[in-house]
């Protein structure tokens, strides 16, 4: 497909590579200074001495146009040290053999091999055979029988090659190449489809060796290809699909010819001829007949083609379009791409704009195939197909927005309602609700052994797997009821059903979860807009907000982000507000949490507009890590403190978790609002801890505790006061005794600086006004 790689480098260096360092080692006597000379000077030298000073060729010598540093080493023991800074220093490997010597191929998996594992030597290796022309054995087995079991072993092989400086013999069926499915290089494939590519394979051997070795630095085979399965490496066929994507202008599924001659010219430079376009037609639809179809290059068929290239050897080509549309050697997207160089003050923060809030949301629909309402696993995965991996698999994403709503209804709404029904008298309830789900029992046994789940008028029948998949956004009672006497699958416990509901993801979960990107990692927020289609101004993505010291002067904030840090002992309840934030269901056990954890959700207020909001758990062993760094809290908008009201101890910790922030506030300027929660209400209450807790927060000037039950879904509306807080930045700021006396001591200070200003004035001014009394005086006698 591609008519020149040069052209598509433009001529230059490749991912940032200006140089290529390689190093070659192997056992004594095995050839690397001739091998070194025989490329340099293209002669065969007489006498080379032990180590050869650092050889340089030109940027011109081969086509890719990056210069190569060659380095020479010496295997004696004293030189080990010098070897050693050389391996760890190199681009790439060249660790040789001699082809007469078999001890010495020994050595390559006996000692040097593991021994570059042993240094963490993470570059490519090129294992070459010198002295071709002293083998005096015609019945020597075949260089990939040799190799192979080798390569399999140490997966950091890029390439074997015999040659001979010497002779310079033009042997290239004598070269092996790992990711040519353990075969030799196929030249009929290669000259089929890319004629112009073939002038590397007719060039001398020893001038292949360190091309192969430029190449395995600017050209890697690792980050696109799985040489386990023999296939396109994930993060690669994610890549090529977007690009695939992007090519495709009229949005039909295939590459039409015109749009194969634009994608042509845009990576190589070159147009392709009607005949190249059919060759290349014939050889995907030869090997793989859905590859092509009436309207052109399918993306089986794109990708099927990019792993033909890379199978035999032609990575420059894929590597070529990766480049030319802003991929880096990982894969993702080149950070020149992604301008989201703010000057931030350290409480400001980067909330999307309302075009990136509308993009979103038309990318949801589109991805929400059967038009529910929700994305359901499958389709969010194919959302973030075209992105290096999904951003919601890990954390701090993974489990930080709601994901159990199924159309307005909560899971929990759902099990209790189906909680509260008796299922062995009143089993229509049961099939009902079931109904209103697009979910009709279909089973005679007693036990859930089938469903049928409709979905866009499909009917998928599930049989009994452990596993029930429930998407709907339209809850409506379809009158569907089981006949007497009952069919369904259901026992008189709700216990009794051994299945997991697979969520589904609304838009609310991608805006929450989005916003928490923007708010930890604006960059990825930004490279993850571009990765799922975003084409638009990059700079128009985001909004700086003001500084929040600002917000408190001016007594209003305009932010629709908030971030809430949640201070309290342990066992006191953080967890279990989070969840409840997220709509998780209430859980007597206890878990310790031992790292950061996130929430996030909107939140609706009174005015009808909404807020979200972003709660970060803080653990009680990362308090005083967290309070170490003086700006810790600048990216605070509000601090919640939580308590178990059944327990003294509980209370006082958090007392003293309250003192250190408000302390940490006051020393730093960065004063935050507070609220203190009082968890578990439904237990009896400590008494002096009620006491206690309201006497603290008068004298802090802080509103009273807040008493919530998670486990009566009593949340006393604690959400929603939250946010009020947080949008009057000015109030709910406590007040430490020191913080007091130092407020009390700089008023005493300025009112002693007005008085003796006052004063002074009054001195001044009686002078003056002796002065011209005087001179008055003295004028009139």
Same mark, same amino acid.
């Given at each position: 497909?591609?008519?020149?790689?040069? &052209?598509?480098?433009?001529?230059?260096?490749?991912?940032?590579?200006?140089?290529?360092?390689?190093?070659?080692?192997?056992?004594?006597?095995?050839?690397?200074?001739?091998?070194?000379?025989?490329?340099?000077?293209?002669?065969?030298?007489?006498?080379?001495?032990?180590?050869?000073?650092?050889?340089?060729?030109?940027?011109?010598?081969?086509?890719? $146009?990056?210069?190569?540093?060659?380095?020479?080493?010496?295997?004696?023991?004293?030189?080990?040290?010098?070897?050693?800074?050389?391996?760890?220093?190199?681009?790439?490997?060249?660790?040789?053999? #001699?082809?007469?010597?078999?001890?010495?191929?020994?050595?390559?998996?006996?000692?040097?091999?593991?021994?570059?594992?042993?240094?963490?030597?993470?570059?490519?290796?090129?294992?070459?055979?010198?002295?071709?022309?002293?083998?005096?054995?015609?019945?020597?087995?075949? +260089? %990939?029988?040799?190799?192979?079991?080798?390569?399999?072993?140490?997966?950091?092989?890029?390439?074997?090659?015999?040659?001979?400086?010497?002779?310079?013999?033009?042997?290239?069926?004598?070269?092996?190449?790992?990711?040519a499915c353990a075969k030799f290089i196929d030249i009929s494939y290669v000259e089929a489809v890319q004629?112009? +590519?073939?002038?590397?394979?007719?060039?001398?051997?020893?001038?292949?060796?360190?091309?192969?070795?430029?190449?395995?630095?600017?050209?890697?085979?690792?980050?696109?290809?799985?040489?386990?399965?023999?296939?396109?490496?994930?993060?690669?066929?994610?890549?090529?699909?977007?690009?695939?994507?992007?090519?495709?202008?009229?949005? %039909?599924?295939?590459?039409? %010819?015109?749009?194969?001659?634009?994608?042509?010219?845009?990576?190589?430079?070159?147009?392709?001829? *009607?005949?190249?376009?059919?060759?290349?037609?014939?050889?995907?639809?030869?090997?793989? *007949?859905?590859?092509?179809?009436?309207?052109?290059?399918?993306?089986?068929?794109?990708?099927?083609?990019?792993?033909?290239?890379?199978?035999?050897?032609?990575?420059?080509?894929?590597?070529?379009?990766?480049?030319?549309?802003?991929?880096?050697?990982?894969?993702?997207?080149?950070?020149?791409? +992604? *301008?989201?160089?703010?000057?931030?003050?350290?409480?400001?923060?980067?909330?999307?704009?309302? /075009?990136?809030?509308?993009?979103?949301?038309?990318?949801?629909?589109?991805?929400?195939? !059967?038009?529910?309402?929700?994305?359901?696993?499958?389709?969010?995965?194919?959302?973030?197909?075209?992105?290096? /991996?999904?951003?919601?698999?890990?954390?701090?994403?993974? !489990?930080?927005?709601?994901?159990?709503?199924?159309?307005?209804?909560?899971?929990?709404?759902? @099990?209790?309602?189906?909680?509260? #029904?008796?299922?062995?008298?009143?089993?229509?309830?049961?099939?009902?609700?079931?109904?209103?789900?697009?979910?009709?029992? /279909?089973?005679?046994?007693?036990?859930?052994?089938?469903?049928?789940?409709?979905?866009?008028?499909?009917?998928?029948? @599930?049989?009994?797997?452990?596993?029930?998949?429930?998407?709907?956004?339209?809850?409506?009672?379809?009158?569907?009821?089981?006949?007497?006497?009952?069919?369904?699958?259901?026992?008189?416990s709700l216990n009794a059903l051994n299945f997991t509901l697979a969520y589904t993801i609304y838009l609310?979960?991608?805006?929450?979860?989005?916003?928490?990107?923007?708010?930890? !990692?604006?960059? &990825?927020?930004?490279?993850?807009?571009?990765?799922?289609?975003?084409?638009?101004?990059?700079?128009?993505?985001?909004?700086?907000?003001?500084?929040?010291?600002?917000?408190?002067?001016?007594?209003?904030?305009?932010?629709?982000?908030?971030?809430?840090?949640?201070?309290?002992?342990?066992?006191?309840?953080?967890?279990?507000?989070?969840?409840?934030?997220?709509?998780?269901?209430?859980?007597?056990?206890?878990?310790?949490?031992?790292?950061?954890?996130?929430?996030?959700?909107?939140?609706?207020?009174?005015?009808?507009?909404?807020?979200?909001?972003?709660?970060?758990?803080?653990?009680?062993?990362?308090?005083?890590?967290?309070?170490?760094?003086?700006?810790?809290? &600048? #990216?605070?908008?509000?601090?919640?403190?939580?308590?178990?009201?059944?327990?003294?101890?509980?209370?006082? $910790?958090?007392? /003293?978790?309250?003192?250190?922030?408000?302390?940490?506030?006051?020393?730093?300027?960065?004063?935050?609002?507070?609220?203190?929660?009082?968890?578990?209400?439904?237990?009896?209450?400590?008494?002096?801890? @009620?006491?206690?807790?309201?006497?603290?927060?008068?004298?802090?000037?802080?509103?009273?505790?807040?008493?919530?039950?998670?486990? +009566?879904?009593?949340?006393?509306?604690?959400?929603?006061?939250?946010?009020?807080?947080?949008?009057?930045?000015?109030?709910?700021?406590?007040?430490?005794?020191?913080?007091?006396?130092?407020?009390?001591?700089?008023?005493?200070?300025?009112?002693?600086?007005?008085?003796?200003?006052?004063?002074?004035?009054?001195?001044?001014?009686?002078? #003056?006004?002796? $002065?011209?009394?005087?001179?008055?005086?003295?004028?009139?006698?």
């Open positions: 497909m591609a008519s020149d790689p040069v &052209a598509a480098a433009g001529g230059g260096n490749f991912a940032g590579q200006a140089n290529v360092r390689v190093v070659v080692v192997g056992e004594a006597g095995t050839g690397k200074s001739s091998l070194i000379v025989a490329v340099a000077t293209e002669s065969f030298p007489e006498n080379v001495p032990h180590v050869l000073p650092p050889t340089r060729l030109p940027s011109d010598y081969y086509p890719d $146009r990056v210069p190569i540093t060659i380095i020479d080493t010496s295997s004696r023991p004293e030189h080990k040290a010098k070897l050693i800074a050389d391996c760890k220093a190199a681009d790439v490997i060249v660790l040789t053999y #001699a082809c007469d010597r078999p001890s010495t191929l020994d050595r390559l998996s006996t000692y040097w091999l593991p021994e570059l594992r042993r240094l963490e030597v993470k570059v490519p290796v090129l294992v070459v055979g010198c002295k071709l022309d002293l083998r005096d054995d015609p019945q020597q087995v075949s +260089l %990939d029988q040799v190799m192979a079991p080798i390569m399999q072993q140490f997966r950091e092989i890029e390439t074997c090659i015999e040659c001979s400086a010497l002779r310079q013999i033009q042997v290239y069926n004598q070269i092996f190449v790992h990711n004629p112009y +590519l073939l002038w590397t394979l007719y060039v001398k051997v020893v001038q292949e060796v360190f091309y192969y070795a430029q190449k395995a630095v600017l050209h890697p085979t690792a980050p696109l290809f799985d040489q386990e399965t023999q296939s396109l490496k994930p993060r690669c066929t994610r890549a090529l699909k977007r690009i695939f994507i992007l090519c495709d202008n009229d949005r %039909d599924g295939a590459l039409s %010819d015109a749009e194969l001659n634009n994608f042509q010219v845009r990576c190589f430079n070159a147009p392709l001829q *009607p005949s190249e376009i059919v060759g290349v037609k014939r050889v995907v639809q030869e090997k793989i *007949p859905e590859g092509v179809n009436d309207r052109g290059l399918t993306l089986t068929g794109f990708l099927f083609l990019h792993a033909l290239f890379i199978e035999r050897g032609r990575l420059e080509t894929t590597w070529s379009v990766l480049r030319k549309f802003g991929y880096d050697n990982d894969l993702k997207l080149k950070d020149e791409l +992604l *301008p989201t160089t703010f000057k931030l003050a350290s409480d400001q923060t980067i909330e999307l704009r309302d /075009e990136a809030l509308d993009f979103l949301k038309d990318i949801f629909h589109i991805f929400d195939i !059967d038009s529910d309402g929700a994305l359901r696993p499958s389709e969010l995965d194919e959302l973030f197909s075209t992105a290096p /991996e999904n951003p919601w698999s890990k954390s701090p994403y993974k !489990d930080a927005a709601e994901k159990n709503v199924l159309g307005g209804l909560s899971l929990d709404g759902f @099990i209790s309602e189906m909680n509260d #029904a008796d299922l062995s008298t009143r089993p229509e309830i049961s099939c009902k609700w079931l109904a209103r789900l697009k979910v009709s029992c /279909e089973s005679t046994t007693p036990s859930l052994s089938m469903w049928s789940i409709g979905n866009a008028g499909n009917i998928e029948t @599930i049989r009994s797997r452990g596993s029930l998949s429930i998407a709907s956004k339209n809850i409506e009672d379809h009158g569907a009821m089981c006949p007497p006497p009952l069919k369904c699958g259901f026992t008189n609310k979960f991608l805006y929450n979860n989005w916003a928490l990107m923007t708010l930890q !990692d604006p960059k &990825a927020s930004l490279a993850n807009l571009i990765y799922i289609g975003y084409t638009g101004d990059p700079a128009s993505v985001f909004h700086v907000t003001r500084k929040r010291r600002l917000d408190r002067k001016k007594q209003r904030t305009q932010r629709n982000v908030f971030q809430c840090f949640v201070f309290g002992p342990k066992n006191a309840g953080k967890t279990t507000l989070l969840n409840s934030f997220i709509g998780r269901t209430f859980s007597d056990k206890y878990t310790p949490t031992t790292s950061y954890r996130f929430a996030t959700n909107v939140v609706d207020l009174h005015n009808g507009t909404k807020k979200i909001l972003v709660m970060r758990e803080i653990p009680e062993q990362e308090v005083k890590n967290l309070l170490s760094n003086k700006e810790s809290l &600048a #990216a605070c908008d509000i601090a919640v403190f939580i308590y178990d009201s059944f327990n003294e101890e509980s209370w006082k $910790r958090t007392k /003293e978790l309250l003192e250190q922030v408000a302390y940490h506030g006051e020393n730093t300027g960065y004063e935050v609002p507070c609220l203190i929660i009082s968890a578990k209400d439904d237990l009896d209450a400590y008494p002096l801890s @009620i006491q206690d807790s309201t006497r603290v927060t008068l004298e802090m000037g802080i509103e009273s505790p807040i008493p919530i039950s998670m486990k +009566l879904r009593d949340h006393n509306d604690v959400f929603y006061r939250i946010v009020s807080a947080a949008q009057q930045p000015h109030l709910s700021i406590p007040e430490t005794e020191a913080g007091k006396s130092r407020k009390q001591y700089r008023r005493f200070i300025n009112q002693s600086l007005v008085f003796i200003s006052v004063g002074a004035a009054v001195t001044v001014a009686g002078l #003056a006004a002796y $002065r011209i009394y005087a001179a008055r005086k003295n004028t009139s006698s």
